[in-house]
Nanobody, 120 residues
């Protein structure tokens, strides 16, 4: 079975840093674009950052540009989200997503989510 297991969330003060990790299993990791989404209470899930299957391109939500960095290690089947200069409005559950677009259907998988709380 496909599993995406996230780690690294927690409580951090404003201005602090966290590094999230998402370890994938049960899939050919290098085929998949990887993304981080987040969802705060009462809000829709939003895309935070995405990285192409071999890491050649990335994109970020405007709200996190310059502060967050997505990266991947295909040899370890892991995607990371380095978060710097954290703000209270970064507080959310962060979800790892794997997506492999095919002509007939997409293969789309989600992690369980990890809580990030930015508060003093």
């Amino acid at each position: 079975q496909v599993q995406l297991v996230e780690s690294g969330g927690g409580l951090v003060q404003p201005g602090g840093s966290l590094r999230l990790s998402c370890a994938a299993s049960g899939l050919t990791f290098s085929r998949y674009a990887m993304s981080w989404f987040r969802q705060a209470p009462g809000k829709e899930r939003e895309l935070v950052a995405a990285i192409s299957s071999i890491g050649g391109s990335t994109n970020y939500a405007d709200s996190v540009k310059g502060r967050f960095t997505i990266s991947r290690d295909n040899a370890k089947s892991t995607v990371f989200l380095q978060m710097e200069s954290l703000r209270p409005d970064d507080t959310a559950v962060y979800y790892c997503n794997a997506n492999w677009k095919r002509p007939i259907r997409d293969y789309d998988y989600w992690g369980q989510g990890t809580q990030v709380t930015v508060s003093s």
